[in-house]
């Protein structure tokens, strides 16, 4: 793959132009490349005038992304939608010219790639997101090169990150890290994955970054030196030894480095494999007699053999990973794979391409269809599942590029991959929903094992299950790992009572609007119920009621929404008859009572607020009263857990509550919150978080921490702050410091 080694000097659109076509001429066995300068023309003309923010014409960008694909051998069609992918997004064409002009397959691949622009920019970035993924995973099901075409995009992006606001600079790189360097991963593309992972990091954690650049480079000119000797050693052994092979040596990338630092819990100094050396030989055979070779030569480090030849990657990667001593006492890495291997863990599914096949044909078929199966899972979540959020959630959980796996065998001797600290369970709804649904028991290498057994490498695995089975636990929930098992389970739940759960729901609804003396029929109208569908990210109305009913979303959130829709557009519609009609009305109801908290109690008077301790909130957070027997009202936040679980009857003692904040919801008050802080605990960690806090003078009340055996530490932390912004921009600023695994406020 001559085009992906080559370095784009060009900068001029003329000029990259030029070079996106001699990197096609390299490849492609067609020399017609017509359509592609048609469509170079037309992005030409359409995105003229605009510019980037780097101040370059805007065409650069469409080019960049097609030349990417070109150095990843793909077909024309791939390349001509490349170079088109933003003209239906960001200028007057429309999608049905763009088919007249470069036919269906061409459009097809656009829209696959084209966000949804009709979505409302009120709507939660969260749903947009999320609703964005959807669209992009059914257009990847229908033809594959629409995420390629998307990958491309993303690092072009990336790499031009330095233009963007710091703010956006953290959203795309997590957003990167979280979806697209794992697909890339998945896709077993480690070309673009490697380059994703890196730039994520310098823009998420530039002083780790920065900081794993300085000393790498620092012993670059030792190491190298010791990686050109140990490759000589080996090219001399692979000769005498009559192996024809190629040996190159290569830096880890530092995303990988740092991976392994965090899971592993290490400084630099104590990952072994920082460099590795790479041995490239013709057959399966010749991998092994090399692996012999070199464990003659050095001492292998015990458990640091892994043979993914044997068991392939999840992503179809194959190779023999060894770590051994050199004769100098530095441990090294050796990779040993065919010339075959190399490029599918180069260029994954890109390097089987449908033109290029050839005899191959049906062998690169089998491998696409190994590659996709992840993609048919995600899609069965995307019918299963009707939040958004819940979707998005289960992604990012799937796609975790911190987490491991562990490899095991079904009776019939089949490889399963699942990720590290999964269970029996886990491993039954990796067979089949049905298995899960039925499972008894499990025997693990032919002993019975409790359901929450946490397998081990190299287990073999008998899911026993039973006709009789009344279906999964709720406590499996706790146990099981990955992604896929929870959302079985969960959807069990939500299928099998289905019908019980949306009654309840309309009921819970119709009893709340009762108890605050709102006429439902007033507010139950489409229009309004479709701004809660797009706010929470419901696909039906059923559905809203079905998440009421289960407990996945509370009554007053959905009834609250339903009154500000119905309250705007009454708003709209005043007339002089209506503003009498009013004021008459006035007269007999209670006016709101503001109270010295900042608070508005709707409909009640001379009664003392109060903040409650459970939840904390604070301007900003959605809330509710709850009327005590002699204490006046407590304020919870709606999502208060102990809001939340309230006996149906003690519901009709909750009361509509509201901020009334001064001019512009700025307020002197402050308000005592709380926050837990989950983190591998490390020398220093309480000072940098306190740092924080003093920077932005934040007076810290209270600090509690727990550190658990495995070296975890949950840090819980009191203090007074002015509102939900400020909290906002400072739990953005804590998830900076190093080790900070995740920081969640406390819900009662």
Known sequence: MAGGDTKVTATTP??????????????????????????????????????????????????????ILAQLELDKESIIAGILHDVVEDTVMTMDEMKQAFGEEVALLVDGVT????????????????????????????????????????LHNMRTLQYM?????????RETMEIYAPIADRLGISKIKIELDDLSLKYMEPEVYYELKEKITLRRSTREELVQNIMEEVQEHMRSAGIEARVDGRVKHFFSIYKKMVNQHKTLDQIYDIFAVRIIVDTVKDCYAALGVIHEMYKPIPGRFKDYIAMPKANMYQSLHTTLISSTGQPFEIQIRTYDMHRTAEYGIAAHWKYKEGKDGQNAAQKEEEKLSWLRQILEWQKDMSDNKEFLSSLKTDLDIFSESVYCFTPEGDVKNLPSGSTTVDFAYSIHSAVGNKMVGARVNDKLVPIDY????????????????????RDWLKTVKSAQAKNKI?????????????????????????????????INKSEYEDKVLMKYGFREWDAVLAAIGHGGMKEGQVINKLMEEYQRKH???????????????????????????????????????????????????????????????????????NIINLPEEERSRLIDAEWQLPEGDKTQETYSTEIKIFAHNR??????????????????????????????????????????????????????????????????
């Open 14 to 67: 003329e000029e990259l132009f030029e070079f996106l076509i001699e990197s096609i001429k390299k490849y492609h066995p067609s020399d017609d490349l017509s359509m592609v300068r048609k469509a170079y023309e037309t992005a030409n003309s359409a995105h003229k005038g605009q510019l980037r923010k780097s101040g370059e014409p805007y065409i650069v960008h469409p080019l960049s992304v097609a030349i």
């Open 165 to 173: 606001r710091p703010e956006k600079q953290k959203e795309k790189a």
């Open 683 to 748: 020398i220093g960690i309480f000072v940098d978080i306190s740092r924080i806090f003093t920077e932005r003078q934040i007076d810290i009340t209270s600090m509690n921490v727990r550190t658990s055996k495995q070296g975890l530490a949950t840090i819980t932390m009191s203090f007074d702050i002015h509102g939900v912004e400020e909290l906002q921009r400072l739990v953005e600023k804590l998830r900076q410091v190093e080790s900070v695994i995740d920081i969640e406020r406390t819900a009662g």
């Open 571 to 641: 708003q709209k519609e005043i007339t002089d008859e209506k503003v009498l009609g009013d004021a008459s009305i006035g007269k007999e109801k209670p006016a709101s009572e503001k109270s010295k908290s900042g608070i508005v109690v709707k409909g009640v008077h001379d009664l003392a607020v109060r903040f409650s301790r459970c939840c904390s909130p604070v301007p900003g957070d959605e809330i509710v009263g709850f009327v005590t027997r002699g204490r006046g009202i407590s304020i919870h936040r709606t999502d208060c857990i």
């Open 115 to 154: 966000k949804l622009t009709q979505l409302s920019w009120s709507v939660d970035k969260v749903e947009i997101q999320a609703e964005n993924l959807r669209k992009m995973f059914l257009a990847m099901a229908k033809d594959i090169r629409v995420i390629l075409i998307k990958l491309a995009d993303r």
């Open 454 to 473: 946490v397998i081990q490498n190299g287990d073999r695995v008998e899911i026993i299950t039973s006709q009789n089975s009344k279906g999964p636990s």
């Open 490 to 522: 969960n959807q069990w739940f939500k299928t099998q009572n289905k019908e019980e759960n949306i009654i309840r729901g309309k009921e819970m609804v119709e009893r709340y609007c009762k108890a605050k003396g709102i006429n439902f029929s007033d």
